[in-house]
């Protein structure tokens, strides 16, 4: 690692701790040379992984691509930053969990709607409307029914009439 001051190779860990769940390591580091101090951070990196697109089209894993996807869904809604990156974290988590070295955009977007979930209902409305593609309001009114219906079964414990329990 070099300094990002004078650029020398001599620097020493004088600090690490673990943070974003597990698949980070912070590391506090200081220039043997000039005595800087500064941050690192080590993240578990998704690689060798192929995402198949709806059009048969395979293209590298991107951790930016998914996070620029959901940040549209997010624009003017409050959040802090660190609760995004543990949100996608957990979602790279569950991609890593499948064990395989290609993956669909639609598991992927799966595995972000179940997290977009918890995470936030307004921006899984949004992520849903995109993702699922809704082409009239109809769809869309029936999402925000399902969201409804879920919502009242978690909150009561019991499903809606119809209504299968959630996990």
């Given at each position: 690692?070099?300094?990002?001051?004078?650029?020398?190779k001599?620097?020493?860990?004088?600090?690490?701790?673990?943070?974003?769940?597990?698949?980070?390591?912070?590391?506090?580091?200081?220039?043997?040379?000039?005595?800087?101090?500064?941050?690192?951070?080590?993240?578990?990196?998704?690689?060798?992984?192929?995402?198949v697109?709806?059009?048969?089209?395979?293209?590298?894993?991107?951790?930016n691509?998914?996070?620029?996807?959901?940040?549209?869904?997010?624009?003017?809604?409050?959040?802090?930053?660190?609760?995004?990156?543990?949100?996608?974290?957990?979602?790279?988590?569950?991609?890593?969990?499948k064990?395989?070295?290609?993956i669909?955009?639609?598991?992927?977007?799966?595995?972000?709607?179940?997290?977009?979930?918890?995470?936030?209902?307004?921006?899984?409305?949004?992520?849903?409307?995109?993702?699922?593609?809704?082409?009239?309001?109809?769809?869309?009114?029936?999402?925000?029914?399902?969201?409804?219906?879920?919502?009242?079964?978690?909150?009561?414990?019991?499903p809606?009439?119809?209504?299968k329990?959630?996990?």
């Open positions: 690692m070099y300094c990002p001051i004078c650029r020398s001599e620097t020493k860990v004088v600090d690490s701790r673990v943070s974003n769940e597990g698949m980070a390591i912070r590391r506090r580091r200081e220039c043997i040379k000039c005595n800087y101090r500064f941050s690192t951070l080590e993240q578990v990196e998704l690689l060798d992984i192929m995402v697109k709806r059009d048969g089209a395979r293209e590298s894993y991107s951790r691509k998914l996070e620029r996807g959901i940040l549209h869904s997010l624009a003017k809604r409050p959040y802090t930053q660190e609760k995004f990156d543990r949100m996608i974290s957990a979602i790279e988590r569950d991609i890593q969990k064990k395989k070295r290609e669909t955009s639609a598991d992927i977007g799966e595995i972000v709607m179940k997290h977009m979930l918890k995470f936030d209902k307004i921006a899984y409305i949004r992520f849903a409307s995109i993702y699922r593609s809704f082409e009239d309001v109809k769809k869309f009114k029936s999402e925000i029914r399902s969201l409804e219906k879920r919502r009242k079964t978690i909150s009561t414990g019991r809606s009439v119809g209504i329990k959630l996990k």
